[in-house]
């Protein structure tokens, strides 16, 4: 199944993304997991980030990511927000500042977060704001929520203009693909188009629930539904799909296999994982 989603292509569009936290936070694991197909056990492997490190990724065709993965250290952040700064923060789209559950400085944490929003507000006023609250699985699942939401009342008064959205994650579920669908979303260019051509193709295929996922990192983009559920809800379901068809698409990988669609059929549903576009699968 091949489709296309607009009558012509549009010229790439290149966003800056600037990924920021202490040492140990799991800035990079993060990143790694989601772009470059490692699984939560391969991050075991990877080391500290020396400076910033920058890798560009392609995401939906026309929308390149320039993505600034900052090391934590103090030597590192020192020079962030002092020499560096106007390099750091000039030009950006997204903050993503990554706060560890796991910390025993909470307080340094916020005030490190304060000077990073400093920052924005001198050489980037209009980014956008994420902070993600890592390692949630550290948590026990009744207090996962009371732990974010005490988070974001604490970065709610912080932050002033920016009005940061805030999410637990995690690299052991699917609450790090929630975060990051959220984030690709507000970049994606021509979203309303690309919602209304899902939204005709749904009335057209007689489909229930209709789910588009970049194609390389199985983000959700965007769905469209006719059963009832809405958006918010469908999309919430689907997060957990983008996370088991990563995991099978590196199994087969690794087992030098081609992955390509998934089929499920039973008595009370059908449901076709297939390519749908170039950057695309659909659902």
Not at 127 to 147: F, G, N, S, W
Not at 243 to 248: P, R, W
Request: hydrophobic share 35%; proline share 3%.
């Amino acid at each position: 199944m091949q489709a296309s989603l607009s009558s012509s292509a549009p010229a790439p569009v290149k966003k800056k993304l600037v990924i920021m936290g202490r040492s140990g936070a799991g800035k990079t694991s993060m990143r790694s997991l989601i772009f470059s197909n490692y699984t939560a056990n391969d991050t075991r492997r990877l080391g500290a980030t020396i400076d910033v490190e920058h890798s560009t990724v392609q995401f939906m065709g026309e929308l390149n990511l320039n993505i600034w993965d900052c090391g934590g250290q103090h030597k590192y952040l020192d020079n962030y927000l002092g020499e560096e700064k106007e390099n750091i923060f000039g030009n950006v789209e997204v903050l993503i500042y990554v706060f560890d559950l796991e910390t025993n400085n909470r307080e340094g944490e916020y005030t490190l977060y304060d000077e990073c929003l400093q920052g924005l507000e001198t050489f980037s006023p209009d980014a956008k704001v994420y902070c993600l609250i890592h390692k949630i699985d550290k948590v026990p699942d009744d207090q996962r929520e009371p732990t974010v939401e005490s988070y974001r009342r604490a970065l709610a008064k912080r932050s002033d203009r920016f009005q940061p959205g805030v999410y637990g994650t995690s690299i052991w579920d699917h609450t790090l693909y929630r975060a990051w669908s959220q984030i690709v979303y507000t970049l994606v260019p021509n979203m309303a188009i690309i919602k209304k051509h899902l939204y005709n193709f749904c009335r057209l295929t007689d489909a229930t629930e209709v789910v588009l996922f970049e194609r390389s990192t199985f983000l959700v983009v965007c769905c469209s539904s006719f059963g009832g559920d809405d958006e918010d809800a469908i999309n919430e379901k689907y997060m957990s799909v983008s996370q088991v068809i990563k995991m099978y698409r590196n199994m087969c990988r690794q087992n030098q296999s081609a992955f390509r669609s998934v089929q499920v059929r039973n008595k009370h549903y059908t449901m076709f994982i297939e390519p749908f576009t170039k950057s695309t699968y659909i659902l």
